[in-house]
Each structure stands twice: as structure tokens, then as C-alpha cells.
């Protein structure tokens, strides 16, 4: 069984595909510099390809591989993928769903409190020599006692609720449906801690407003002028999820003229690039999609995106997390 490992990962962190009776070493196309998608008509054989986010696996790669049979997303998040390309010609996709949980959750938490707090502003200032100390100088704002507005209340969003309540925060969300009271205590919480409202009261109402959904064409923009215009002057917003949930171009105006007190993102409307007037306004932390970048869930995405290709080849289609 041929594998594309279309990741630039550690080699060591595939050693058990080799180790299994289908998968021999020469049967693996390791993830490494020297293997690149024009190569790919020279592995038409393949049966499994690994991807990630950057790399959009459409028709046209498709048709180059004629006997692919599994796609294996490195990511929970797969609108790099046509999936529905890939079910006309019987090709499983799975992601990992279960690593990037914490990760994230860690990542919001830690936007949150650096954009209320200014840090990353006042980093650059020291570094510049252009801040001084003072009692009443470099205030920012304190998250204790505020509220919280959670769009997109999955398992994501239940982490970071739960990191919001330890901080002293109220907790509001919106979902496409009211979670479960199950679902709530699987992940710590209590059906007291959150509350569900309507997506105009979060914006109207909500100090913090974070997203935390995933993306489909449906919520392309789902925060637009009227959207920011609707948020409160000392809110904040923070987006972990994809880039296209908001309109940076607007974004951009809504910071300049302070519609809102300011934003902190890891993901961009046209990633990898990101439009350049945000790099100049002190009110908006940027961080590069670093939302599951720590070594310890790298290694376990790593770990989930193989089990899946095992499974695969086992035939235990009940064991893969498919989308």
C-alpha cells in the first residue's frame, strides 16, 4: 500500500506505518523537501495521501491519482479538501479532531488575555524605548468579572469556556443548535456557567467575542460591518478559526476608527498573506495560525493522522474518524 506523506513532518513520527505488513519502507513517500506535487504523476499508484491546510486537494490532483483511496487531513478543519469530489470516486477523508482540542482552546485563552492586556503592544514599546513606567500609564483591561461571547460552541469552544469560567469570566454562546447538558459536563462545565442567546445579543452584549467554528461557505464573513458596528466600543475579538469568518478589509476599518477597542488573530482572510495596514495598528495582536503549533500536539495530530491510515489498512473503518 503506496503513502504520500504530504506534510513536512518528522520522518520518526511515521516509523509505525513502516513497521505494519502493507506499509514496507519503500512503500512510503516520506514527508521531506524533495517530494513536491509536481511529482506526484510519479506516484500514481498511491493509495493514501496525507495533507494539511495548505495544500488543497481538488480535482485536479485528484486525477492524477487514479487509485487513491484515503485522504488523511492533518487538522481538523478540512475546506482544503473537496470532499465531495472525493466521495464520487470512493475516496474516505478523515482529520484529527481529538489533538487540536487543547491546543486552541490554550491558544484563545492566551489571545484573549494578551490583547486585554496589551502585551504584545507594550513588548514592542520597551523594545523601542518608547514606553515608560507610571502608575496610570499602559492600562489595560482585566478579563475578571467580564463576559465572554463564544460563536461556535463545539468542543473548541466548551474548552475555552472552561479557561474563560477559571478566569472569573461570565460565558455567552452561540451555536447552530443549544449544546446538550452532556456534552457541557464531557467537558467540564455545568449547564449553569453558559447561556445560550441569539447571535445579535452575544455582539451587543459580549466583551469578548470568539470564534470558534468551522468554516463552510455559509459562514463566509459571518462578521461583517453590520456585525462589528453591532459590538460594543470596548469589545474585543478574537479569532482562532479560519480567516474568511471575517471581512478584514472591514476589520481593518472598524480598528482605525475604533468601532471596537481592538483584536487578536492567529488566522487571516487571505492567509498566508495578511493585509498590511493590520501590521501597523497597536490595537490588533497577530500570530501566525499557530493555534495547534505546540510539539506536543503536532506529535499528536501526527499520531491521530496515522491511526487512521492503520486502521485503513486493518480494515477497521469503524476506528478512523472520518468527515
Known sequence: MKIICDN???QEWFERLS???LVSDAGLYKADNALGRSDFPDYTDAKVLTTNFYKPVRTELLDKLPDLKLVTQFGVGYDNIDVNACRERGIIVTNTPGPVIEPTAELCM????GIARRLAELDRGIRQQSVSFG???NLGHSVFGKTLGIIGMGNIGRSVARR????????IYHNRHEVTEQQLLSAGLHADQVRYVSKDELLQTADYVSLNLPYTAAVYHLIGESELKMMKPEAFLIN???GAHVDEKVLVEALR???????ALDVYEHEPLITDELKTLDNVLLVPHIGTGTWEGRKAMCDAMVDNILAYADGRLDLMTTV
Open 8 to 10: 513536512m513532518l518528522p
Open 19 to 21: 513497521g505494519h505488513e
Open 110 to 113: 492566551s489571545l484573549i488575555l
Open 135 to 137: 502608575l496610570l500609564k
Open 164 to 171: 474563560a469560567i477559571a478566569c472569573g469570566m461570565n460565558v
Open 240 to 242: 482562532t478559526a479560519r
Open 257 to 263: 476608527e475604533h468601532w471596537i477597542a481592538g483584536a
